[in-house]
T-cell receptor
Framework: KAGVTQTPRYLIKTRGQQVTLSCSPI?????VSWYQQTPGQGLQFLFE???????NKGNFPGRFSGRQFSNSRSEMNVSTLELGDSALYLC??????????????FGEGSRLTVL | GESVGLHLPTLSVQEGDNSIINCAYS??????FIWYKQESGKGPQFIID?????DKRQGQRVTVLLNKTVKHLSLQIAATQPGDSAVYFC????????????FGKGTKLSVKP
């Protein structure tokens, strides 16, 4: 069974640009969530999607957005990039919404560098 | 990921020894706790979890202890192996929402052969 697939793995952008990251969950998983990981702040929750609906959102500005498609694949977008957006962006999938078990299956992440 | 923390606490152990990784959590209302392992270049991987109505749970070579009085969580790894080298995160949650899933900063475990 294939794991969570994130693309691209690495990308470099400049301030003011926008970026779109993609995540394909494990087959059969309908919940997809996104996390930002930085050395300073650690892992922080961005948002969670289930059945194409955003179910939960973390404390990030509106420049961060996402969506989920009918096949459960998800994308997140960051507009007007800032230097502080440099991070590893992780996608996680699970069978159900929320955290009733800890079994979130994470992808390997998309490493974004903003210059 | 490639670099999950510039100044992570580091625990260095000899192969075959037992490891104990500690974590202090912040919210006394948290009712669910999880340990994750993150190897270099990979995303976090679920290890073991425990609910607040328990104080100990055992898995394969791992044990999690929960002390709610002092809001402390620990992960014990028996007979540590080189493949255990990674960053270990605890996470706390209340209410079952991912928005309330708070990760600790992590501890880097280094296993010496």
């Amino acid at each position: 069974k294939a794991g969570v697939t994130q693309t691209p793995r690495y990308l470099i952008k400049t301030r003011g640009q926008q970026v779109t990251l993609s995540c394909s969950p494990i087959s059969g998983h309908r919940s997809v969530s996104w996390y930002q990981q930085t050395p300073g702040q650690g892992l922080q929750f961005l948002f969670e999607y289930f059945s194409e609906t955003q179910r939960n959102k973390g404390n990030f500005p509106g420049r961060f957005s996402g969506r989920q498609f009918s096949n459960s694949r998800s994308e997140m977008n960051v507009s007007t990039l800032e230097l502080g957006d440099s991070a590893l962006y992780l996608c996680a999938s699970s069978l159900i919404v929320g955290v009733t078990t800890g079994e979130l299956f994470f992808g390997e992440g998309s490493r974004l560098t903003v210059l | 990921g490639e670099s999950v923390g510039l100044h992570l606490p580091t625990l260095s152990v000899q192969e075959g020894d037992n490891s104990i990784i500690n974590c202090a959590y912040s919210n006394s209302a948290s009712d669910y706790f999880i340990w994750y392992k993150q190897e270099s270049g990979k995303g976090p991987q679920f290890i073991i979890d425990i609910r607040s109505n328990m104080d100990k749970r055992q898995g394969q070579r791992v044990t999690v202890l929960l002390n709610k009085t002092v809001k402390h969580l620990s992960l014990q790894i028996a007979a540590t192996q080189p493949g255990d080298s990674a960053v270990y995160f605890c996470a706390e949650n209340y209410g079952g929402s991912q928005g309330n899933l708070i990760f600790g900063k992590g501890t880097k475990l280094s296993v010496k052969p």
